[in-house]
C-alpha cells in the first residue's frame, strides 16, 4: 500500500545547528502513528519541517504520491496538512454548520464557552480550541504536538478520547506526546526518535515491549 505521507531521508535543522539525521517515517491512510523520544531528540524540528516552518536539507516529503518538499506552510495546509490544528475554516455555510455541530459534539465544553475569548480558556480548553479549527478545516492528516503538556490527568483522559474518536472515524494522525504510556496505547504504529534518527520502529503494542523504551520512557 502507498503511504498516504512518506518522509525519506529528511535531514534539516535551525541556522548552521544540524538536528535531523536522515529521519524517515511513512503514515498510512487512516493510521495513527506515534512519533516518542526524549526532550531535545527531534520530534518537533521535524513536524516543523514536514509542515515547511523549517526548510529541508535534504530527503523528500511525498504527499498522495506528490512531492510536496519545497512547498510553502500555507500550501501544505490547503493540501490537508495540519499541524497544531491552527487552520481557517473554509467550507461552504451549510458545510460548516455541519463541522461546528460535530466538533460541538465531539468536544461539547467547548459550545459552553461559545461566548468566551479564547485567552482566558483554561490551558485543556485552548488546547481544544486548537483542535477544532483544525477540524473545521477538514484535514487529510492531523499533526499533534506534545497536545497534552501541562494538562491535568483529567483533562489529557479526555484529550486522548478525542484522539480514539478520531481514529475511529478514520482520520490520518502523526502523534508527538510526552505522555509515551497513553500514545503508544492508542496507536497503529510507533517510531522512536533519538539524537535526531530513528532508533526503532513498529507495531505501537511491540515496540512498548521493548526493553529500551520500556526503561526510558515507561519507568518499567
Same mark, same amino acid.
Given at each position: 500500500m502507498t503511504? /498516504? ?7 534539516? *535543522?535551525?541556522s ?6 536522515g ?10 502513528v ?5 526532550n ?10 514536514v ?7 535534504? *530527503?523528500?516529503?511525498?504527499? %498522495?504520491?506528490?512531492d510536496i ?9 490547503? /493540501?490537508?496538512?495540519?499541524?497544531e490544528? !491552527? ?10 454548520s ?13 459550545k ?21 479549527? !483544525? ?11 506534545e497536545?497534552?503538556? *501541562?494538562?491535568?490527568?483529567?483533562? /489529557? ?20 506526546e ?27 503494542? %511491540?515496540?512498548a ?12
Open positions: 503511504a /498516504m505521507l512518506d518522509i525519506q531521508g529528511i535531514e534539516s *535543522g535551525y548552521q545547528v544540524q538536528i535531523l539525521w529521519v524517515s517515517i511513512k503514515l498510512e491512510q487512516g493510521k495513527l506515534t512519533l516518542v523520544g526524549a531535545g531528540s527531534g520530534k518537533t524540528t521535524l513536524l516543523r519541517t509542515c515547511g516552518l523549517l526548510n529541508s536539507w535534504k *530527503g523528500t516529503i511525498t504527499f %498522495q504520491g506528490r518538499t519545497k512547498l510553502s506552510p500555507h500550501e501544505k495546509a490547503q /493540501m490537508g496538512i495540519v499541524m490544528m !491552527g487552520a481557517t475554516p473554509n467550507t461552504a455555510r451549510a458545510e460548516y455541519r463541522n461546528v455541530d460535530w466538533v460541538f459534539e465531539l468536544l461539547p465544553r467547548l459552553e464557552r461559545m461566548t468566551q475569548k479564547a485567552g482566558t480558556l483554561s490551558g485543556g480548553e485552548q488546547q481544544m480550541l486548537a483542535i477544532a479549527r !483544525g477540524l473545521m478545516s477538514q484535514p487529510q492528516i492531523l499533526l499533534f504536538d497536545m497534552s503538556l *501541562g494538562l491535568s490527568p483529567l483533562l /489529557m483522559m479526555n484529550l486522548f478520547q478525542v484522539v480514539r474518536t478520531l481514529k475511529n472515524r478514520g482520520y490520518t494522525m502523526l502523534l508527538v510526552q505522555n509515551v504510556q497513553m500514545a503508544l496505547a492508542v496507536s497503529d504504529y510507533a517510531y522512536v526518535m533519538e539524537d535526531g534518527r530513528i532508533a526503532a520502529e513498529g507495531e505501537a503494542k %511491540q515496540v515491549k521493548l526493553e529500551s523504551v520500556r526503561k526510558a520512557y515507561l519507568g518499567i
